[in-house]
């Protein structure tokens, strides 16, 4: 697993001469440290016995499996029809063949005699739930695979049942990974979550907030490995995912993302943070992924709520914006991992967002709540180049208006986010036009020029054109050398 940024492609252009270098410089859009490589058709082969799946994939593998709706037991055997098998006893059998443990030994020997039948299990769920537990806590690795697999069956014999028995569970998953865990300890681990998340979705997704601040430690939130971080966020989105269902956002999805978003805030300054939030970055881009390069049918709907979610505090001048970045990184993970085809309706999707936000009329005199908008915006068009955006006129035409929203402020209504102008709005604009096709391009070229040139902007016309000359010299030549060399004679003449 690659645990190296991804690099955006408009950070390797070079760096300003020092003599026109802003105070603040640009911000480069990360995704976070914890983030992995997708491997395409052209991938060379290889000869390895064990490759990592990610958890999208591994739930994927898992049948269409719904035991909260199901009635009969169609994979048992003959005698599923009757009420003596259980698929936790067909598990404690069949690991009995395979397991000589002596964790799994004693195990065995003490819930044998309470699982004989399901209605048995039923009444002793509470004594087999504390057996599993006593062992699970136990740590001892020989045992674990087995006795995580008859967790699950647990899980599935009781249903509904499990519920009050899932905090436990859970914490029992999570102590597993708390501690430094070979290979196959986590890959146990990994997959007991898959099946119980698979199984009780429908259970956990109506309030996520239990199970997120359980995980959260996981993610980032306490002292933890990175790719303990990574696992615990690919096991999340899947929750988050389906709280973006159709059935669930409406209830579902805006509480958990507003409760994961001040979670957040409320780690600020802890030297746990940044670990933390990138945690979070890589959870909400597997939530908005699908299989392979696709992006998953909620995708959209997720990106739509983690831009209402942007807080007040961020719409305000401000040096740090804490969600901005969450939003930022997690639309390059994507990015990186799509396609222009799958990432048409996420794109279309947040352009349509911003430019409902725009024609509200909230910037008319507040124009630094677009702040963060400029930085998404030049998130979807310098990432890979621009090269996962299919529909370019919306997206320019956004970012355009964003940018004249601030020639009608009111005289001094920007001094007092002056360096964020550079970062926010002049860095991003550059990005938009270096990378636009240039037919979207050439019909805002009057209307953008006039603004630039003028209050607010005027003072960055000049490290505008240099960043722009450094990205693509023949794109300045051909659209802004006229009107700088013309700006220049103006502006630097002597008075008569």
Same mark, same amino acid.
């Given at each position: 697993?690659?645990?190296?940024?991804?690099?955006?492609?408009?950070?390797?252009?070079?760096?300003?001469?020092?003599?026109?270098?802003?105070?603040?410089?640009? @911000?480069?859009?990360?995704?976070?440290?914890?983030?992995?490589?997708?491997?395409?058709?052209?991938?060379?082969?290889?000869?390895?016995?064990?490759?990592?799946?990610?958890?999208?994939?591994?739930?994927?593998?898992?049948?269409?499996?719904?035991?909260?709706?199901?009635?009969?037991?169609?994979?048992?055997? $003959?005698?599923?029809?009757?009420? %003596?098998?259980?698929?936790?006893?067909?598990?404690?059998?069949?690991?009995?063949?395979?397991?000589?443990?002596?964790?799994?030994?004693?195990?065995?020997?003490?819930?044998?005699?309470?699982?004989?039948?399901?209605?048995?299990?039923?009444?002793?769920?509470?004594?087999?739930?504390?057996?599993?537990?006593?062992?699970?806590?136990?740590?001892?690795?020989?045992?674990?695979?087995?006795?995580?697999?008859?967790?699950?069956?647990?899980?599935?014999?009781?249903?509904?049942?499990?519920?009050?028995?899932?905090?436990?569970?859970?914490?029992?998953?999570? +102590?597993?990974?708390?501690?430094?865990?070979?290979?196959?300890?986590?890959?146990? %681990?990994?997959?007991?979550?898959?099946?119980?998340?698979?199984?009780?979705?429908?259970?956990?997704?109506?309030?996520?907030?239990?199970?997120?601040?359980?995980?959260?430690?996981?993610?980032?939130?306490?002292?933890?490995?990175?790719?303990?971080?990574?696992?615990?966020?690919?096991? @999340?989105?899947?929750?988050?995912?389906?709280?973006?269902?159709?059935?669930?956002?409406?209830?579902?999805?805006?509480?958990?993302?507003?409760?994961?978003?001040?979670?957040?805030?409320? @780690?600020?300054?802890?030297?746990?943070?940044?670990?933390?939030?990138?945690?979070?970055?890589?959870?909400?881009?597997?939530?908005?992924?699908?299989?392979?390069?696709?992006?998953? $049918?909620?995708?959209?709907?997720?990106?739509?709520?983690?831009?209402?979610?942007?807080?007040?505090?961020?719409?305000?001048?401000?040096?740090?914006?804490?969600? $901005?970045?969450?939003?930022? +990184?997690?639309?390059?993970?994507?990015?990186?991992?799509?396609?222009?085809?799958?990432?048409?309706?996420?794109?279309?999707?947040?352009?349509?967002?911003?430019?409902?936000?725009?024609?509200?009329?909230?910037?008319?005199?507040?124009?630094?709540?677009?702040?963060?908008?400029?930085?998404?915006?030049?998130?979807?068009?310098?990432?890979?180049?621009?090269?996962?955006?299919?529909?370019?006129?919306?997206?320019?035409?956004?970012?355009?208006?964003?940018?004249?929203?601030?020639? @009608?402020?009111?005289? +001094?209504?920007?001094?007092?986010?002056?360096?964020?102008?550079?970062?926010?709005?002049?860095?991003?604009?550059?990005?938009?036009?270096?990378?636009?096709?240039?037919?979207?391009?050439?019909?805002?070229?009057?209307?953008?020029?006039?603004?630039?040139?003028?209050?607010?902007?005027?003072?960055?016309?000049?490290?505008?054109?240099?960043?722009?000359?450094?990205?693509?010299? +023949?794109?300045?030549?051909?659209?802004?050398?006229?009107?700088?060399?013309?700006?220049?004679?103006?502006?630097?003449?002597?008075?008569?």
């Amino acid at each position: 697993m690659d645990v190296r940024p991804q690099k955006v492609d408009h950070e390797q252009a070079a760096p300003i001469p020092p003599t026109l270098r802003p105070a603040h410089p640009a @911000m480069p859009v990360s995704s976070g440290r914890i983030t992995k490589t997708r491997k395409g058709k052209g991938a060379p082969t290889h000869g390895k016995n064990h490759r990592w799946e990610s958890f999208n994939n591994k739930i994927a593998q898992i049948g269409a499996l719904d035991p909260l709706h199901r009635v009969r037991r169609h994979d048992l055997g $003959t005698e599923d029809l009757s009420t %003596t098998t259980s698929y936790f006893q067909k598990g404690l059998q069949r690991w009995s063949e395979l397991n000589l443990a002596r964790g799994f030994i004693a195990f065995k020997r003490a819930v044998m005699p309470l699982c004989e039948s399901l209605p048995q299990l039923l009444h002793f769920e509470s004594r087999i739930m504390e057996l599993l537990a006593e062992h699970i806590a136990a740590h001892e690795k020989a045992s674990l695979e087995p006795l995580l697999d008859l967790l699950t069956a647990f899980a599935r014999d009781l249903g509904v049942r499990f519920e009050k028995h899932y905090g436990r569970a859970l914490e029992l998953i999570s +102590g597993i990974l708390a501690k430094p865990q070979d290979v196959d300890v986590i890959e146990w %681990t990994f997959g007991s979550l898959a099946w119980l998340f698979k199984y009780l979705w429908r259970l956990l997704v109506p309030n996520l907030c239990p199970t997120y601040d359980m995980l959260a430690p996981l993610l980032g939130r306490s002292r933890h490995t990175p790719h303990v971080a990574r696992f615990a966020a690919e096991a @999340m989105s899947f929750l988050v995912t389906k709280a973006a269902a159709p059935s669930n956002r409406q209830t579902a999805l805006g509480k958990i993302v507003a409760h994961i978003r001040d979670d957040l805030y409320s @780690m600020a300054g802890d030297r746990q943070f940044t670990l933390y939030r990138d945690g979070i970055m890589a959870m909400f881009a597997e939530a908005i992924k699908g299989t392979g390069e696709a992006i998953h $049918t909620s995708g959209p709907a997720l990106a739509q709520a983690l831009l209402a979610a942007l807080p007040e505090a961020e719409r305000e001048p401000n040096p740090n914006p804490i969600w $901005t970045s969450v939003i930022c +990184g997690a639309l390059t993970s994507v990015l990186h991992g799509s396609n222009a085809t799958a990432m048409t309706e996420l794109v279309a999707a947040i352009v349509g967002y911003i430019r409902s936000d725009v024609e509200n009329g909230s910037f008319a005199h507040l124009p630094w709540r677009c702040l963060p908008w400029c930085r998404v915006i030049g998130t979807l068009a310098g990432v890979r180049g621009g090269s996962r955006v299919a529909e370019w006129p919306p997206l320019v035409d956004a970012f355009i208006r964003l940018v004249e929203s601030f020639s @009608m402020a009111q005289p +001094g209504a920007v001094d007092v986010m002056d360096g964020l102008l550079w970062r926010d709005v002049i860095v991003n604009a550059a990005i938009v036009w270096h990378q636009a096709p240039m037919d979207t391009l050439i019909k805002h070229k009057t209307a953008f020029t006039h603004t630039i040139t003028h209050e607010p902007f005027v003072q960055w016309f000049i490290p505008f054109c240099v960043y722009l000359h450094q990205l693509d010299s +023949g794109r300045f030549s051909s659209l802004f050398r006229q009107d700088f060399q013309k700006w220049v004679a103006v502006f630097f003449s002597p008075p008569p």
